[in-house]
């Protein structure tokens, strides 16, 4: 589950895919495939979340990583999964953070 917090000690990982807004929903299952099928099962994994941007013309993987060391093992066991090729298409641009302050709203 995810937990977004200043306390927890974990890397977050987002890559965001660029598409026309017609391809959105097709990017958005290739995503979903990759990370239900193999990222899901990837030691060091907290949680994964696909979101879909409202203009279209995005689609994001919001990851949270145990540390670095276990994204970089993922992603060593990644270089040849078939699912890359069709995915690079779409210009994934990863972003690495860890929490520095997070509110939660009123309940």
């Known amino acids: 589950m995810a937990t977004i917090s200043a306390q927890q000690e974990c890397m977050t990982a ?8 017609e391809k959105q ?17 990837q030691a060091g994994l907290i949680s994964s979340h696909v979101h879909k941007s409202i203009c279209g013309k995005h689609v994001v993987n919001y990851a949270q990583w145990k540390d670095l060391e276990s994204f970089i ?28 302050f997070s ?4 309940q």
């Open 73 to 100: 093992a993922f992603s060593e066991k990644a270089v040849d999964r078939p699912e890359l090729p069709v995915l690079f298409e779409f210009d994934p641009q990863p972003v690495f953070y860890k929490v520095d």
């Open 25 to 41: 929903d097709f990017l958005s299952e290739k995503v979903r495939a990759y990370v239900d099928d193999f990222i899901s099962q």
């Open 14 to 21: 987002i890559v965001t895919f660029t598409c026309e807004p």
């Open 103 to 106: 509110v939660d709203g009123p």
